[in-house]
């Protein structure tokens, strides 16, 4: 700021008065003037992610309880009790509920995606209506939800309308749960998919469409010879944030039914371990596994679907 | 206080009758789950914190000369809803007694989940109350003693719950009896106007609950999650003082018999007879105080720090706050009703604090003079004072009041090893959620091969941990 508002002419004149130590201060600062700016984000990506991500894999080879000032070793004893106990990894059949359902918000995000790229009556109204839920807090969607979905809630009146007059227990139904739950995120967490998706499409050059106009193409030809190959990486992406996402669901099910009744989730049970059995030592090695899982996930789907430039040519 | 203590009645804390209240405070669903999945985030984040943390804390000069003691001292609380208000009363008061002291508060929502992670620090403040999560063995790293045992008890009640190696280290903020609370215009419609003194005469009651009104005989508040823990303030009433130690000592506790069986078979029985709401997922604490306080519920199994709160809320229904009962549980000893008493929260002074005599006036005078567990319908946590009016019923019934004992040297903490390894939270929600799940027929099982399964996992614990 100082520099822009001070006279020009000075500038200059400061400049030729001292021109060689000036430009060796100016090549340190342009130099530096990114880290500078870095800084405060580093500092915050170190002290709130990376230190605490250290001290968990040193807490997951101790027997700590959380609060004790002495943090017993026990070696690989909490990872031998995590492989040995399968009711720990049974909980992962929960996460496929949430898979099927990234995998339908996918879908439904790209396809609403694609319509609103176009020409559509309304798009910008549509496009907040789409993306709203993801700017509202979790917390509040879970309390919604629940009386959403309780008996005679917003749900059991609507469909009342429609002549339905013995609704199940949308939360109480132990075949139902998971599924009311990953239809709660998939309309939580499709206007972020959303949003990727368009901005990808928007940058795919006008040219592109008008050309293809000219050849006659269709919609669907066009999404399928223009937009899909235009925004592959972003889809890429959003598989990768799906797929590590069904593995580690926490908020909407711990704030709704609090893992009761079957809807117990991997990160729940972590929650429970460390803070219910007051076993840190042992919830750390679990969030140690999940954060391993999702990575060799991403590797393998890394590997199967290659990371290429998208290519219109 | 909330549910969330509650809630999430996090830790493998000491059981103790207090858990309750920190549930009963107002603190609200909303700001307990967020400060939970804060707290997720915070374990890493605190331990980063605490790498960097130096010794801050108050500033003083402690005992003056003249031996009037001098400083400023700050308090934790959880009753973030009377923080300014009536705390800020209880300042001025005390300023009366001791001019030189300054008292600041620091209200704290989660205080259980903050005030754990935060005694890793050396920064917790001079006045706290003992978070349930530490263990007694623990008390002395954290807390300085405030006399013997046995010089406390002279003054004070519910010493021994926050006892270690002969020393006390907190003072109970009020004390709490347990039962049920019940609506007693709901169960008169019944035609039933005294507290049945066996389970099955209570589970006819609530079955003519059923018939006869439009009441929901009894609501779990599954969804909380915190209110079923409340279950577990009832051990002593059949097991009597010892139960505690006999528990720790048990190789089965579900089995017939035995007081866990009792309790969690009577809960059992009243989902699966459908005496309790029809869709416990979907429950909510606050409203639940309403549907109680206006009748469309009968009875609920909750400490009597509840009973104020439901008066609150009958009274906003439009109904009678007389219409709100304290009742014992159904199970007699000898033919006399019994109900347990324990202390709450206890406050105690911070090892670290720099103005100890100031903070332990406090403590005292908090427990003595200041009236808040008049106000808040408890017992007094002092000697030789009366029952308060909450407890009206319990008089005429002649309920034997039982207070347990605590574990013996060596052993205080055997029983919350035993359960953590177990991984069947007694203070907790989720081993009673499942219970009623599998009663209400949404999980497999039937209620015999729940309880061998808990006794299964009770034993290879409790081989593990004392072998």
């Known amino acids: 700021m100082v520099t822009v508002t001070s006279p020009a002419p000075q500038q200059g004149a400061v400049a030729a008065a001292a021109p060689v130590p000036r430009r060796g201060a100016h090549r340190w600062v342009s130099r530096f003037t990114p880290w500078l700016f870095l800084v405060v984000p580093l500092a915050f990506l170190v002290v709130f992610t990376y230190v605490p991500v250290v001290n968990m894999f040193w807490y997951s080879f101790t027997s700590w309880d959380g609060i004790d000032p002495v943090k017993e070793p026990v070696g690989w004893r909490n990872y031998v009790e995590i492989f040995t106990r399968p009711e720990i990894f049974r909980v992962f059949l929960v996460s496929l509920y949430y898979l099927v359902g990234a995998a339908l918000q996918l879908v439904l995000a790209l396809y609403f995606a694609t319509l609103l790229s176009f020409n559509t009556r309304f ?135 609090g893992g009761a009744n079957g809807s117990m989730t991997f990160v729940i049970q972590t929650v429970n371990t460390a803070f219910t059995f007051s076993r840190v ?16 996930i991403t590797w393998v789907q890394r590997r199967i679907v290659p990371d290429e430039r998208g290519d219109l040519s | 206080m909330k549910w969330l203590a509650s809630a999430h009645a996090v830790g493998g804390q000491e059981p103790r009758v207090d858990d309750d209240k920190v549930n009963d405070d107002e603190s609200e669903k909303i700001e307990m789950a967020k400060t939970h999945i804060l707290r997720v985030v915070g374990i890493g984040a605190a331990a980063a914190l605490v790498l960097g943390a130096c010794s801050g804390g108050s500033t003083g000069t402690g005992e003056s000369d003249d031996g009037s003691i001098s400083g400023s001292i700050t308090v934790l609380t959880n009753r973030t809803d009377i923080v300014d208000s009536v705390f800020e009363d209880y300042a001025e008061r005390f300023r009366e007694v001791h001019p030189d002291v300054e008292v600041a508060f620091e209200p704290v929502t989660d205080y259980e989940g903050d005030v754990s992670i935060r005694l890793n620090t050396r920064d917790y403040g001079d006045v706290l109350l003992i978070p349930n999560t530490i263990t007694k063995d623990q008390l002395p790293t954290f807390f300085e003693p405030l006399g013997t045992v046995e010089e406390l008890e ?24 347990q039962g049920l609370v019940v609506n007693t215009a709901v169960w008169e419609a019944a035609g039933i106007s005294e507290p049945p003194a066996t389970p099955e005469d209570f589970l006819d009651a609530l079955e003519a609950i059923e018939q006869e009104t439009d009441a929901i005989p009894y609501y779990t508040n599954y969804a909380d999650g915190w209110p079923l823990s409340q279950w577990q303030g009832n051990r002593g009433t059949i097991a009597g003082t010892e139960t505690e130690n006999l528990l720790a000592a048990s190789e089965a506790p579900w089995t017939p018999g035995e007081e866990m069986h009792e309790l969690d078979s009577l809960l059992y029985e ?32 909750l400490g009597s720090w509840a009973v104020t709160q439901m008066r609150d809320a009958a009274e906003a229904a439009g109904g009678s706050p007389e219409d709100i009962a304290y009742w014992p549980l159904p199970f007699q000893t000898d033919g006399t009703f019994r109900s347990v008493v324990g202390g709450d929260y206890k ?95 949404a999980a497999d099982g039937d209620m015999d091969t729940y309880f061998d399964e808990l006794n299964d996992r009770w034993g290879a614990a409790r081989a593990g941990v004392t072998g």
């Not at chain 2, 002279?154 to 009896?177: L, M, S």
């Not at chain 2, 709401?277 to 009875?299: C, F, H, I, R, Y």
């Not at chain 2, 177990?422 to 027929?441: H, K, M, P, S």
Request: hydrophobic share 45%.
């Open chain 1, 123 to 257: 798009r910008n109204f549509f496009k907040g209506i789409i993306f709203f839920p993801y700017l509202i807090n979790g917390v509040a969607i879970g309390l919604v939800f629940l009386y959403f979905f309780r008996p005679g809630g917003t749900l059991d009146a609507t469909l009342a309308a429609f002549g339905v007059t013995e609704p199940p227990m949308w939360l109480g139904d132990p075949s139902l749960v998971n599924v009311s739950l990953a239809a709660t995120s998939v309309w939580r967490y499709m206007g972020l998919n959303f949003v990727l998706f368009l901005g990808a499409i928007q940058s795919i050059p006008n040219e592109l469409y008008e050309a293809a106009d000219l050849d006659g193409a269709s919609s669907w030809q066009k999404f399928r010879y223009i937009i899909a190959p235009g925004i592959k990486q972003i889809i890429g992406l959003s598989v990768i944030l799906a797929i590590s996402g069904a593995l580690s669901v926490f908020e909407i099910p711990f704030i709704m039914t």
């Open chain 1, 281 to 296: 030592g042992l919830a750390s090695a679990m969030a140690v596994v999940l954060l391993v899982i999702v990575l060799v």
């Open chain 2, 154 to 177: 002279k003054t004070y009640r519910f010493v021994q719950e926050q006892a270690f190696g002969g020393d006390g280290y907190g003072i109970a903020i009020t004390g709490n009896a």
């Open chain 2, 270 to 301: 009243i989902v699966s007879r459908g005496l309790a709401e029809p869709d416990p997922t979907t429950t909510n604490w606050e409203e639940s105080k309403n549907l109680l306080g206006s009748g469309q519920v009968a009875t609920m199994v």
């Open chain 2, 347 to 441: 406050n105690a002074v911070s090892i670290h604090s720099e103005n100890k005599p100031a903070a332990r006036a406090w403590v005292e005078w908090f427990a003595t003079e200041s009236g808040y567990a008049e106000s808040e319908g408890g017992l007094s946590p002092t000697v030789g004072s009366e029952l308060p009016d909450t407890l009206a019923a319990f008089e005429p019934l002649g309920v034997e009041l039982v207070e347990i004992t605590p574990a013996p040297e060596g052993e205080e903490g055997l029983l919350s090893d035993i359960y953590n390894t177990a991984e069947i939270d007694l203070w907790g929600n989720v081993y009673r959620q499942r219970l009623i799940d599998i009663a209400r027929g």
